[in-house]
Every structure is written in C-alpha cells, then in structure tokens.
C-alpha cells in the first residue's frame, strides 16, 4: 500500500540506460541506471491479492558495453500487509435505535502502512441489537467492506474484528397519585393500584 522502492544491480562495464520493472507482463515503469550500475523505481499503491505473493522483476535491456544476452534481472516478492479492522464499542439505552450500515467511522484499525487511511466500513448488529426494541444485553457489531480514504484494499490481507453494542435500561419515573379520603374510612391500596402516572416509558409501553 505504501510506496514500495525496488532497486535493480547490474554488473559490468559501467552499464548505462535504464532497467524496466515489470509485475508479471505488465511494466510498472522504468528506472536509470547510475554509475553504481543501479537502478530505483518507487510504486505506490501496488495492487495485488490479497493473502498472495506479488514477484516484481527488474530487466536490463542492455547497451553498447553489456548486451541484452548477458543483461541482469533481479525478482523481489512483496507479500500485502496484515490490516485489523475492529468495530468500535457502543452503548444505547432501550427505546433508542441505532443504524450503521454502511460509510460508518465507528472503527479503529492496526496495520496500515505510514499516512494511509480508511474512509469508512459497513457495520452489521447481530439479531435486533440496533432496534428500539432491542432488550437491555449485548450485541455483537460486525465490520467488514472497508472502503474510501486513501489505502487500496487489494494490498492488505483484512481480518475484522467484532466490537460490543450494549444497550442499557431507560430511565423511568412512576409517581403515586395524590389521594383523598373522609376521616373514618379506610383506604387500602396494596398491590393491584392503578393511582399512579409514569413518563419516559418506550415504544409505546
């Protein structure tokens, strides 16, 4: 993902021209060749698969002084980086909802290559976990499809790793009704009483 330097050494009567650096068939660019006879190419953002090797080869073509029958080439193997995507944790309270789907910053991630950065992951909350509804507990959050900033996925190997949504009980306050009664009679409310009032009950309770 970062900017990858490859350098090609060319034996001989002080070679001259330049060196191509190839990926496979494909030319990456080309490096000059110094008077060390050495050659530089820096690529940045090199795709590759994930979890693969990627062989990069350097050829001289050869000059008036070193032909191409005796030319140098030169294979280096560049494995993708290990990337950790984590889901950040993340509490409610019942009543409240919360959506992530996809373009979420609720991430923190290890491994990315100097300056690079992660625009934003889609995240997914096991069961009912982001519904009003969802019962006081835990719930799993799970990241995945990172996407955007300016890292290119195709040179890391990603592992996401869960996070915990934990949603806690809402606040709710149950007041007693005020009451009269004639001096004499006797009032017995017990279990069973309606005389009361409550605010801040949830969807529809």
Request: proline share 1%; aromatic share 6%.
């Amino acid at each position: 993902g970062a900017s990858v330097v490859f350098t090609a050494s060319v034996s001989g009567t002080t070679p001259t021209g330049t060196v191509t650096f190839k990926d496979g068939t494909t030319t990456l660019g080309t490096g000059t060749l110094n008077g060390s006879g050495q050659a530089t190419f820096t690529t940045d953002g090199l795709s590759v698969t994930a979890g693969s090797p990627h062989s990069i080869t350097a050829i001289y073509g050869g000059d008036a002084n070193f032909n191409a029958s005796t030319s140098g080439a030169v294979s280096e193997t560049i494995n993708v980086a290990a990337l950790t995507i984590t889901a950040s944790a993340q509490s409610k309270n019942y009543g409240q909802a919360v959506v992530f789907g996809s373009g979420s910053s609720s991430f923190t991630s290890s491994g990315l290559r100097t300056g690079e950065t992660i625009g934003s992951v889609t995240l997914a909350v096991s069961g009912s976990g982001g519904a009003a509804t969802a019962a006081v507990g835990s719930y799993t959050i799970t990241p995945s499809a990172a996407t955007g900033g300016t890292f290119t996925a195709g040179n890391y190997s990603i592992t996401y790793a869960t996070g915990t949504l934990t949603v806690n009980g809402a606040a709710l306050t149950i007041t007693a009704s005020a009451q009269t009664k004639v001096v004499g009679h006797t009032v017995t409310f017990g279990s069973g009483s309606t005389n009361f009032t409550s605010s801040s009950l949830q969807n529809g309770e």
